[in-house]
Each structure stands twice: as C-alpha cells, then as structure tokens.
C-alpha cells in the first residue's frame, strides 16, 4: 500500500488526491491543511456573490470523502507544527499543494500607511479567513482606488458597491455584511497602469460591474484611446477584443440620476506613492504612462492625485517558502521537474509540487487539474524506489502521539452544521463562522 500526504486541501491539492485515487487502486492519501476547514481559495477567495464558482466545493466534497482519502485539518507543516522531515518518516511520498499565500509589493512610499491594504487581506475579511484580525477596511471611507485590473480587482471592486440586499442570501460573516451595508463609499477608481486590450480581467467578470444596482461605470475615452487597439480592437484575441467592447460601451459614463455610487475604470496610470492626511492615506499619487511602442509602458513624468482613504492592492499573488522545502525566490515557486521536487539541481525521491507553489499564479481553477495530473503521473512513475519502504504505522496515530488533534472530516461536517444554525439565527442561509475559536469549538468532539 502506498501512502501519500497531500499538504493543502485546495483545488490543486483535491486534484492531486483525486488523481492518485483514480490511477492507483491501492494508494491512501491524507490531505493535510493548516485551516481546520477545507477547499482553500474556493472557500476563502471565491467572491460570496459568485455562487456558481463556490459550488464547486460539491465536487471538491466527493474528493475528500473518497473511501481512501483522509481529511485533517487544522495541522500546520512547518514551524509550530509538523517538520516536513517528519512528514517524510510517515508517508512513502509527500505533495505540496501550498499556494501562492501573499501578494506582490508595489515598493513604493506610503504603501504601508494605515487604509492601505493588500486585495487579499480584504478578501480574506469578507470571507471569514480565521487569520483576519482587522475589521476597520471601510471606517471613514467615501472614495477607494483599486491598484490593478484583474478578477481579482473586479471583485473587491465589486464588493465595495454591492449593496446588503444582494450579499445577505451569501454565506458572507455577518460582521462583514453589517460593515458593508453601512459603507459610505460612492466612488471607486480601478486603475491599471497599462491598457485596456491588456487588463487581465475576464469579460464575464467586467461586464458584472454593469449590473449592480445604484451604481454607474465610467471610462475616460481619450485615455483608453491612448491604446491603439482601443480604437480599433478588430485585430485582438476574442477574450481582449471582447473586454474592449465592454469599455468601449462605458466611454463617457457618469454618475446617473439615482445612481449612489460611481466605478471609474483608469488605465495608463502608475502608483508613484500613496499620499497621507490626518495619518492615513488620503490619495494615490500616480504617474502617467505610454505605449512604448514594444508591448511596454514608459513613464510621461506627468503625474496626478486621486483622492481615496481606502487603497486595496491587487497586482497578483506570491508563493512563500516552506521550511524545509527547496524555493525559487525569484519566482516564487518551489524548483521541480515535471512535479518532482528538486534540491541542488537533484529529484528529491518522494517530494513533489502541483499547483500555484508549483507553476506560479496562473491560469484558473480548472488549470490545477492537468497540473495535478502531470504531478501524479511522476509520483506514480518513481513509486517503485519508495513504495516497499516500512512506514511506523498509521500517521494519524503518530500525529496524535505528538500532541497534534487534527479535525477530522466529521469536524468539518460540525462546522458546517454550526454554520447553518447561525444563518437560521440570523435570518439568513448559511453563515460563515469567522474565527479560530468558534471554528475549533464547533469541530470539537466531533473526531477525525
């Protein structure tokens, strides 16, 4: 029997325990993660508004509850927890399906005053991330600018101009909802430092801005025009052709009569520094850019300020290391060779990589499935040089021997009854439990 511990219950680490199930009749995985609730970013990034995307938990569900897999939440690999040395003495193979857990850094002054945030700290809040600590994102706060123009900007962006009549049906912490309904936010700028034919947003995603209700969209024509392919997209890919029509229909838009707020969409503007008043940030100082005629940007030297005492950075994600795992700091990802990790240059037998930690953040959800795949494929391939290696026994016995009490599946399935009885308490569907303690009250007892 083979035994594989797959660190992290995300779609990358679900795909990796689905694909071994699958190829190998007498494998057993443990999926190990350090929150005590599966699904990672499907739980925890997934917009509580985009219910379609977040059903894709059901499918996630019939992974871990395969007859040979296991969930154990809530064990943490590395430091304060389980050394990965260890987790090598207690399975044949070990996959880290870790992420990419922080986000990019503009580097510039004042990216660190109080009301600026990065896009996943705010993420993390409307999404009950057990690790938020921080609930004052909209005190005060009348106009905010989104540094970036991908999904996950359109999001944010979107959620500041929601209003509570759409978001009480989601599972959004009730903290969150109230905070949200008494926003006084009316204007929010998205600023992109290129183009609109480059913005990585999808189109179904833009077009949402759309729809919200009270809320106008407004593009600058001349500055969008100042991309050539504006002006005439017919020569772009479908997707970039297609988000191009959609700014094109907004040109011009202003606040519209019984509009209560206004999403101004920007591009050609660099972050130069976040500017403070009364000890926070107070405005964004940006600089204007140019094609430079090679696919590039350059800097004008001509500068503008827009006023925000909320500015939420999202200009991609980054892996973090592991300790005790080889990583590329430059990257941001663990060195491999079809999956396989390597240290010195050299396969490391029975350590592998699949997803974001693996490729770096790229491509969407379903992506994770084919990189799982080539994952496991090595796995399997190198199993006969590890495969008849004694083991001490069951690693759930040894984990608990060492003071470590994973939650179980059956914990997991008390956190969501938990959370179904404080929607019904509350009036609401499904409510999500916003912090350690009340995560780990409701698992306890339960049992792995």
Avoid at 130 to 148: E, H, K, M, N, Y
Avoid at 285 to 305: K, L, S
Wanted: with cysteine; aromatic share 6%; proline share 7%.
């Amino acid at each position: 029997m083979l035994r594989v511990a797959v660190i992290g219950s995300g779609p990358s680490g679900c795909y990796t325990a689905q694909s071994l199930v699958q190829q190998d009749p007498q494998v057993r995985v443990d999926v190990l993660d350090r929150l005590p609730c599966p699904y990672g970013l499907v739980r925890y990034g997934v917009a509580p508004d985009h219910e379609k995307i977040k059903s894709l938990q059901n499918n996630l569900r019939g992974v871990l509850e395969h007859e040979r897999v296991r969930f154990l939440g809530g064990v943490p690999v590395g430091p304060g927890g389980v050394p990965v040395a260890r987790l090598r003495e207690l399975y044949h193979a070990v996959v880290y399906c870790v992420g990419a857990a922080t986000d990019r850094r503009l580097g510039i002054p004042g990216e660190d005053l109080p009301g600026s945030w990065s896009a996943t700290e705010f993420v993390a809040w409307y999404s009950a991330h057990p690790d938020t600590v921080q609930d004052g994102f909209l005190r005060g706060v009348r106009s905010a600018v989104v540094i970036g123009v991908g999904n996950v900007a359109v999001d944010v962006t979107r959620m500041l101009a929601r209003g509570v009549t759409e978001l009480a049906p989601t599972d959004m912490p009730h903290a969150a909802l109230n905070a949200l309904a008494a926003s006084r936010v009316t204007l929010v700028h998205m600023v992109g430092r290129r183009g609109p034919s480059q913005a990585r947003f999808t189109t179904k995603e833009l077009r949402e801005l759309g729809t919200l209700p009270d809320t106008a969209v407004a593009v600058d024509p001349a500055e969008s025009a100042l991309d050539p392919a504006y002006t005439d997209p017919s020569a772009l890919p479908a997707p970039q052709r297609r988000n191009v029509e959609v700014l094109r229909g907004w040109a011009g838009g202003t606040a519209e009569p019984g509009a209560r707020r206004l999403i101004r969409l920007r591009f050609f503007l660099r972050p130069a520094e976040l500017i403070a008043r009364g000890g926070r940030v107070g405005a964004v100082r940006f600089e204007r850019t140019a094609p430079d005629g090679h696919g590039g940007i350059t800097g004008t030297g001509r500068f503008e300020e827009i006023e925000a005492q909320l500015v939420l950075r999202s200009v991609g994600y980054r892996g973090v290391p592991l300790e005790g795992v080889p990583f590329d700091a430059a990257g941001g990802t663990v060195p491999h060779l079809a999956g396989r990790v390597l240290r010195g240059g050299t396969v490391a037998p029975g350590e592998y990589v699949a997803g974001w930690i693996k490729r770096g953040p790229t491509g969407v959800i379903g992506t994770n499935r084919s990189c799982a795949k080539e994952t496991v494929t090595s796995l399997l391939q190198d199993a006969a040089l590890f495969r008849d290696r004694d083991l001490p026994g069951d690693p759930l016995t040894a984990l608990r021997a060492e003071g470590i009490e994973p939650v179980g599946w059956k914990g997991w399935q008390a956190i969501e009854r938990a959370e179904a009885h404080l929607g019904a308490s509350l009036g609401r569907s499904t409510v999500k439990l916003p912090d350690w303690d009340t995560l780990l009250a409701a698992a306890r007892g339960a049992g792995a």
